[in-house]
């Protein structure tokens, strides 16, 4: 029988990836989007189901994964993808969106984990990937509302895994480096603030991140890493998605705090 797999934000970028790669393997997916309604490409696969779901909203959560287990007649693996970015200076920021931050790319996810967990207790059976990023193991500058989502995300699931243990289920967590999709485009809240004093740094971090020197992949590239994590059979935890995920997170691991900032500020020219 099919394995099934139910993945948020499954419209666009690295969801929208997965779900294609996923069904080219031969599962069942369940691609819940905010807006379903809009979403043509996917409609198209045989074995996708499209369901309605906003991880800021309880009942789309739980109403999503009833219908999917209607479906398929069970879920084997969750894809916690939805999130997006909040950028700039944290006195720009007003305090709805810190919260909206925080409710979409953590709480959003522990909702829709939590109401998975009993369907794959009773299973004795799951395996839950979490996107984390690069970004939930070292930091860019002005990104203490972002980086701060993602470290939550990394304690999260390293936490959870030991729990999960107990019932049979797997904890995954991937971390892509920059990769091609609309994350820097409709998924980015960045707020300048026009504070002055930070308009310096701001600078040299569009520049940093400008570099044609930046490696960018494609979400296709991060749906095959998702696809090994679900399926290698080990309990690894954490995987890298992109040659810049190694370069940094290695050098991360490998220097001191005072050696990497170093290196990140040269990186910025001012
Ligand atoms: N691109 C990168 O460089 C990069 C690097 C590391 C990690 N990531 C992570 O990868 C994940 C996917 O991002 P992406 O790069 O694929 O960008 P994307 O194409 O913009 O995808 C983000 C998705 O999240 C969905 N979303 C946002 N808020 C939601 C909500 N309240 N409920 C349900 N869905 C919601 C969006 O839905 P709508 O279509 O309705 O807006 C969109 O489909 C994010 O968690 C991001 O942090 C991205």
Same mark, same amino acid.
């Given at each position: 029988?099919?394995?099934?797999?139910?993945?948020?934000?499954?419209?666009?970028?690295?969801?929208?990836?997965?779900?294609?790669?996923?069904?080219?393997?031969?599962?069942?997916?369940?691609?819940?989007?905010?807006?379903?309604?809009?979403?043509?490409?996917?409609?198209?696969?045989?074995?996708?189901?499209?369901?309605?779901?906003?991880?800021?909203?309880?009942?789309?959560?739980?109403?999503?994964?009833?219908?999917?287990?209607?479906?398929?007649?069970?879920?084997?693996?969750?894809?916690?993808?939805?999130?997006?970015?909040?950028?700039?200076?944290?006195?720009?920021?007003?305090?709805?969106?810190?919260?909206?931050?925080?409710?979409?790319?953590?709480?959003?996810? &522990?909702?829709?984990?939590?109401?998975?967990?009993?369907?794959?207790?009773?299973?004795?059976?799951?395996?839950?990937?979490?996107?984390?990023?690069?970004?939930?193991?070292?930091?860019?500058?002005?990104?203490?509302?972002?980086?701060?989502?993602?470290?939550?995300?990394?304690?999260?699931?390293?936490?959870?895994?030991?729990?999960?243990?107990?019932?049979?289920?797997?904890?995954?967590?991937?971390?892509?480096?920059?990769?091609?999709?609309?994350?820097?485009?409709?998924?980015?809240?960045?707020?300048?603030?026009?504070?002055?004093?930070?308009?310096?740094?701001?600078?040299?971090?569009?520049?940093?991140?400008?570099?044609?020197?930046?490696?960018?992949?494609?979400?296709?590239?991060?749906?095959?890493?998702?696809?090994?994590?679900?399926?290698?059979?080990?309990?690894?935890?954490?995987?890298?998605?992109?040659?810049?995920?190694?370069?940094?997170?290695?050098?991360?691991?490998?220097?001191?705090?005072?050696?990497?900032?170093?290196? &990140?500020?040269?990186? &910025?020219?001012?």
């Amino acid at each position: 029988m099919s394995k099934t797999i139910l993945i948020t934000g499954a419209g666009s970028g690295i969801g929208k990836a997965t779900a294609i790669h996923f069904q080219k393997q031969g599962w069942n997916v369940i691609a819940t989007m905010r807006s379903p309604e809009k979403e043509n490409e996917l409609k198209e696969l045989e074995n996708v189901h499209s369901e309605k779901l906003d991880v800021l909203d309880l009942e789309s959560i739980h109403v999503a994964i009833q219908n999917g287990i209607k479906k398929f007649g069970k879920i084997d693996t969750l894809l916690n993808n939805a999130g997006y970015g909040a950028y700039g200076p944290l006195e720009s920021f007003p305090r709805e969106n810190i919260i909206k931050q925080f409710n979409t790319n953590v709480i959003g996810l &522990m909702d829709v984990t939590k109401a998975i967990i009993p369907h794959f207790r009773a299973n004795k059976d799951g395996v839950i990937v979490n996107i984390s990023s690069i970004g939930g193991q070292m930091t860019f500058a002005l990104g203490s509302l972002y980086h701060g989502t993602k470290f939550a995300v990394e304690g999260i699931s390293e936490s959870l895994h030991y729990e999960m243990k107990e019932i049979g289920v797997k904890v995954k967590v991937v971390e892509p480096g920059f990769i091609a999709t609309d994350f820097g485009g409709r998924s980015f809240d960045f707020q300048s603030g026009n504070i002055e004093d930070y308009q310096l740094i701001i600078n040299a971090l569009m520049k940093q991140w400008q570099n044609p020197n930046n490696t960018v992949s494609p979400p296709s590239l991060v749906a095959e890493v998702i696809y090994n994590s679900v399926t290698d059979g080990t309990n690894q935890l954490r995987y890298r998605a992109g040659d810049d995920a190694d370069y940094l997170l290695d050098a991360r691991k490998k220097m001191t705090d005072t050696e990497f900032f170093e290196m &990140m500020n040269s990186q &910025m020219e001012k």
